[in-house]
């Protein structure tokens, strides 16, 4: 007689709060082989043809497929079937918000707990590599085509992961001292360890993948400069330039964009100063303004420097909030404190410069905006006074101008992204771009649908396919 | 990884290195940067191009050794490497011909001030050049100014060298007595940069200032540079970092300079006793 559906997921084993806010190791602890097959033998196994969960994920992984394979303890197997579409498993196990995705759609939801389908992923990933197992994969002769990709973050690195495999001869060029982008400079090590980043970059290595770093196109190289020596561009620049609110004190010192915390943390090593050169203030009490996962990372690494007081500081209610339940979650867990409904309308500094107060004015939302969500409107009288030491700006970051600010041919939204067609074709011929840097700020694994369907689109661009008269732009 | 190819000390503190950079070299202009990283533990620093060559492959760099990352890169000798070296990073100094160009710089501002002067002569202006310096045994790139410059006019706070006074007494004077000024560049101090501005700003001169804020990736991720300039948030690393000198708030800039003042402390205490 067949066991009875578990309805219950399998959690994750994690590490205790009250620990792992003074260390910088991994929250989350995987899986192991028992609670594995656990949680892969809830997968009612839909056909791949109608499989919800593949509907739901931007980069069409065949799911049963690979939770097949671990019910078969075939990690080989299941890797190769991830690999199919989705490069770089380690990361997405760790990153997507699969709550939104894949799981949303899982049919398991209408009578328990949907799949952890993030995390048997991440099991796998981890498992083949842990046991030094790589996926046996299709390169096709090289066509004598050269393909340059200008940012090795996670559009970049998926688009040369295929464009290789098709037999192109790939170099990606990065700005910094180090490849993956958002994946090392933005996205903690206890969320992503860099590790992992670096294990991917040598994986693209073992396939032919070249890389070049310390290269600002737009600066070291001109765009024009690539294109006399590369048939085509593929633009993963991400959206690397931070907002900030100009208010008055905004300038103070202690007043941190997140991506310079975080890169100051994540990059630079700043907790391990003066081990490291670079330095990171550390007081007692920050806050953070911003409700996403960039906030809540940036919350999350303020307490594993020695903050003890960290605030989140939110326009909205906590339902508005746009980072994952996980993250949020964690951040509780941690001792976080969220504010709702508030928002910063000055800073207030000491005699030296440092900031050592902010001012918040008390919202009441109003009608919804054109993202849908409620606007937040400020009661006057409301303000009152927040003493802090440092603060941290998580509102958003745009795509950044230095790329493209001497090519005119390059064409930008309002927003200051780049226009591309349902190809991902810029307004300049050869020239393509995803990610961040044509949506503004999303997420690891639609930059990595972009990066694929790229890559895709300059195959054909590169077969022939000519290039329109006129870009009709599409919408994200 | 980025070699020495040569080194000199110009006065004390301050050295002069040839870096091999070949890519750095090839779309450089006067007025940019790089940005460095010596080795895996290293910060990232801004250092402004003096000179480099398309040709031979290298850039010149000339620096003062202030806190542990320049005091680290001075001990560096030829045949030793760079980790990192990214650039050229920044906007170019907007060149073209004004007329009379005055190019004020102050100590170690000279590399740069003598990049757009340079650029300046060879656009068609007629150069005035205005170096200050503390004192003589502080005095670098003379030689190199007299070559490109119409009429060098160099200072010693003390008086130890050629005349005693700050930039800002020379250019006055200059000023004073009918000399010709379509436009003025300035870079040093920041002190210095505001003073000079002020004159500037009284007899109406377009003025631009090269401003050195702190920077982590210099690429516009970070904003760590961000200065207000005519009331706007910009950063200087993506939108400098010359800017009109009459809108920027120097004070602001100097308060944020000093931000890290007891971590740098700390890490140059810890290097000087030998340990890195």
Not at chain 1, 418 to 438: H, W
Not at chain 2, 13 to 23: D, F, G, L, S, T
Request: aromatic share 8%.
């Amino acid at each position: 007689m067949p066991k009875p559906l578990k309805k219950q997921r399998v959690p994750m084993p994690e590490q205790d709060p009250k620990e792992r806010i003074h260390n910088f190791n991994e929250v989350a602890l995987g899986y192991t082989w028992e609670l594995a097959l656990e949680e892969a033998s809830r997968c009612l196994q839909c056909p791949v043809n109608h499989a919800p969960c593949i509907k739901g994920c931007p980069v069409d992984v065949n799911i049963p497929g690979f939770i097949k394979k671990i019910r078969e303890k075939d990690i080989k197997g299941a890797l190769e079937i991830i690999h199919e579409t989705n490069a770089l498993p380690c990361i997405t196990g760790r990153v997507c918000p699969q709550e939104q995705q894949c799981e949303m759609h899982c049919v398991m939801g209408k009578v328990g707990d949907k799949i952890n389908i993030g995390k048997l992923e991440r099991f796998v990933a981890d498992e083949a590599k842990k046991m030094g197992i790589y996926p046996e994969v299709y390169i096709a002769p090289n066509n004598g085509k050269k393909v340059a990709i200008i940012g090795s973050g996670p559009a970049g690195l998926t688009a040369a992961a295929d464009l290789v495999k098709m037999g192109y001869d790939v170099t990606v060029f990065e700005a910094l001292h180090d490849y993956g982008g958002v994946l090392i400079y933005g996205i903690p090590e206890f969320r992503l360890p860099k590790e992992i980043a670096r294990y991917e970059v040598e994986y693209l290595k073992s396939l032919g993948v070249k890389f070049i770093k310390n290269v600002v196109v737009g600066k070291t190289l001109t765009i024009y400069d690539i294109l006399n020596d590369y048939d085509a561009v593929f633009l993963g620049t991400g959206a690397g330039t931070p907002n900030f609110l100009n208010i008055p004190g905004v300038n103070l010192k202690g007043i941190y964009s997140a991506n310079e915390f975080l890169t100051r943390i994540n990059l630079m090593k700043a907790f391990k100063f003066p081990e490291y050169d670079t330095p990171i203030k550390r007081g007692k009490k920050l806050a953070v303004i911003g409700g996403g996962n960039v906030a809540m990372d940036a919350a999350r690494s303020a307490l594993r420097i020695g903050y003890e007081e960290v605030y989140i500081i939110y326009r909205r209610t906590k339902e508005y909030m746009t980072a994952r339940k996980e993250e949020i979650k964690h951040a509780e867990e941690e001792g976080v404190k969220f504010m709702f409904l508030v928002s910063p309308v000055e800073f207030v500094g000491n005699e030296e410069g440092n900031v050592k107060a902010v001012v918040l004015i008390m919202n009441e939302l109003g009608e919804p905006d054109e993202s849908g969500r409620r606007r937040p409107k400020p009661v006057p009288g409301t303000e009152f006074g927040l003493e802090v030491d440092a603060v941290v700006f998580a509102i958003g970051q745009r795509p950044n101008k230095v790329l493209y600010q001497e090519v005119p041919e390059l064409k930008v939204t309002k927003w200051g992204t780049l226009i591309v067609d349902e190809k991902y074709r810029t307004t300049m011929k050869g020239v393509f771009a995803g990610g961040d840097a044509v949506r503004g700020e999303a997420t690891v694994v639609l930059a990595m649908g972009d990066g694929k369907r790229g890559a895709r689109a300059i195959d054909e661009y590169l077969k022939g396919e000519p290039w329109p008269e006129k870009i009709e732009p599409k919408n994200f | 990884m980025f070699e020495i190819m040569d080194k000199k000390v110009l006065a004390p503190n301050i050295k002069w290195i040839r870096v091999r950079a070949p890519i750095v070299a090839r779309n450089a202009h006067a007025g940019q940067f790089v940005i460095l990283r010596l080795h895996e533990k290293g910060e990232r620093i801004p250092l402004t191009l003096f000179k480099w060559n398309e040709e031979e492959g290298y850039i010149e760099l000339v620096f003062q050794e202030v806190g542990k990352t320049t005091y680290e890169l001075g001990s560096y000798e030829p045949g030793d490497k760079i980790m990192d070296v990214v650039g050229p990073l920044g906007n170019p100094t907007p060149i073209q011909n004004y007329g009379t160009a005055v190019i004020v710089s102050g100590g170690v501002g000279a590399p740069i001030g003598y990049a757009v002067t340079r650029a300046l002569k060879e656009a068609g202006n007629r150069v005035v050049s205005i170096i200050g310096f503390r004192s003589k045994e502080y005095v670098i790139l003379e030689d190199e100014f007299k070559k490109i410059s119409d009429e060098l006019l160099i200072t010693t706070d003390d008086g130890s060298y050629i005349r005693k006074g700050f930039t800002t007494d020379v250019l006055r004077e200059y000023l004073e007595n009918g000399g010709k000024a379509d436009y003025v560049f300035t870079v040093g101090p920041v002190i210095m940069m505001k003073l000079i501005s002020q004159i500037t700003k009284e007899y109406g001169i377009k003025t631009d200032a090269s401003l050195n804020p702190l920077m982590v990736d210099g690429t516009g991720m970070c904003g760590a540079c961000r200065v207000t300039v005519g009331g706007e948030i910009k950063f200087a690393c993506a939108d400098g970092p010359d800017f009109d000198a009459h809108q920027v708030d120097f004070d602001e800039l100097m308060s944020r300079l000093v931000e890290y003042r007891p971590e740098e402390k700390i890490a140059l205490d810890k290097y000087m006793k030998g340990g890195c």
